[in-house]
Each structure stands twice: as structure tokens, then as C-alpha cells.
């Protein structure tokens, strides 16, 4: 099999796409061929670089120009934004109908939407009294934040946490999570239609070992 090949969209440092570089290096399944920036100073961009290959790194001019969005994805059946702060056009979002998908810090469809975004999301979980947050993975669509749910992790808010502790805790399971979500779809052959992947066994923390399988993942 030719590993499905995968573009991720980034803006910011990069630990997810740092994630999904490692977990794919050597996937059968699925591999990252392209890394695109909102912004040439984003810190995912070194990371591209330090994986070097056949990885094409392509920085947006502009960002809110469907064609270019569509041109920088170049050959990828899947579409990863991965802390990609800048809204997919519209007629980037219909071309590309099922084929982005979007990480995002907290349990969809509470805490998102815009401006809901880094800081400001474990500011809003920990003010709402929340016993729970999680990473959502799930489809792009015209409205931030929400496409259809694809897979969700949980994750204890601890009484003593603070945006960073829980940020950083949320953090650990998206980088487990996305690599999954990314693995499951190309093994499904990135399908045409939504799909849901539901967590085999339970997906809540059992003495912080948080497991979420997909499929045939051992
Ligand atoms: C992550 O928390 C992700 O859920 C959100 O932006 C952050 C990106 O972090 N969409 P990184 O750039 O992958 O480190």
C-alpha cells in the first residue's frame, strides 16, 4: 500500500504536526508530504525543515485565497489543521468537502467556536466549573469549530489547574489522538462521507493512562 499522503496546516510551534511526523515516519498507512503555513515565522516550519525528505514546506501568501489554499494541499487526499489559525474559504472547505480535519483543545461542541482558541479555551473550561475536557478531532466545515465530530478524548480538570497545567495535559493526549484519527481515516481510505471513531473499550482516564484505540491499533 502507498501511504495516504497528508498535508498539515499550521500557524503556531508545531508539537501536533511534530506528532504526526513522528507517529507517520515510518506508516505504511499514512505519511506527512506537505507542511503549510499561515505565517513564514511559525515555529512548525523548523520542525519541517529538521524532517527534511521529500517534506514540501509552502508558506501562504494569502491565506484567505481558495486557490491558493487548495494549490499549497498540492496531492494530499487528507487535510490536517494543526493549531492553523486562519479560516479555510469557503470554496476551499467545498473542494476539499470531508477531507480537512481540525484539532481543537477541548470537548466539542462546548468551548469552540471563534475566538475560542489557545489560552482562552482552558480559561473558559476552568471558569465554567467543568469536570471534563478532552481534545476533539473533526471535520472542517464553513462554521469554526463545527464540522462533524470525528473522535474525542477526555480529560480530568484537576480543582488545582490552571490554563497552563490543564493546556499541557490536553496537549499530551491531542498528540496521541491525532496521529489515530489521521492513521484510522487513511486506512478507511479517507472517506467521502463523514465517518465517527469510536474509542474501543472506555475512553475515560483510568489512574491518569488515558487509552483510546482505533480499529485494528494494538
Ligand atoms: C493545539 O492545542 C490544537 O488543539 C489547537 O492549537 C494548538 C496547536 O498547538 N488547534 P501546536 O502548534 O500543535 O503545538
Do not use: C
Amino acid at each position: 500500500m502507498t501511504p495516504v499522503p497528508v498535508a498539515v496546516l499550521v500557524s503556531g510551534g508545531g508539537t501536533n504536526l511534530q506528532a504526526l511526523l513522528d507517529a507517520l515516519r515510518d506508516s505504511p498507512v499514512a505519511r506527512v508530504t506537505r507542511v503549510v503555513a499561515s505565517r513564514a515565522d511559525a515555529g512548525a516550519l523548523e520542525r519541517a525543515r529538521r524532517a527534511g525528505g521529500s517534506l514540501a514546506t509552502v508558506v501562504l501568501a494569502r491565506p484567505d485565497d481558495p486557490g491558493e489554499v487548495v494549490a499549497a494541499t498540492g496531492d494530499a487526499r487528507l487535510v490536517v489543521l494543526a493549531g492553523y489559525l486562519k479560516r479555510i474559504p469557503a470554496a476551499a472547505v467545498a473542494r476539499l468537502r470531508w477531507r480537512v480535519i481540525n484539532i481543537h483543545p477541548a470537548l466539542l461542541p462546548a468551548f469552540g467556536g471563534p475566538g475560542m482558541y489557545g489560552r482562552r479555551v482552558h480559561d473558559a473550561v476552568l471558569a465554567s466549573g467543568a469536570a471534563l475536557s478532552g481534545a476533539t478531532v473533526h471535520y472542517v466545515d464553513e462554521e469554526y469549530d463545527r464540522g462533524p465530530i470525528i473522535a474525542q478524548w477526555p480529560v480530568p480538570v484537576r480543582p488545582d489547574d490552571t490554563a497552563d497545567t490543564l493546556a499541557a495535559r490536553v496537549l499530551q493526549v491531542e498528540h496521541r489522538l491525532l496521529p489515530r484519527v489521521v492513521e484510522a481515516l487513511a486506512r478507511l481510505g479517507v472517506p467521502e462521507k463523514p465517518v465517527r471513531l469510536v474509542a474501543a473499550g472506555s475512553a475515560f482516564v483510568v489512574a491518569d493512562q488515558p487509552s483510546v484505540r482505533f480499529g485494528d491499533d494494538p
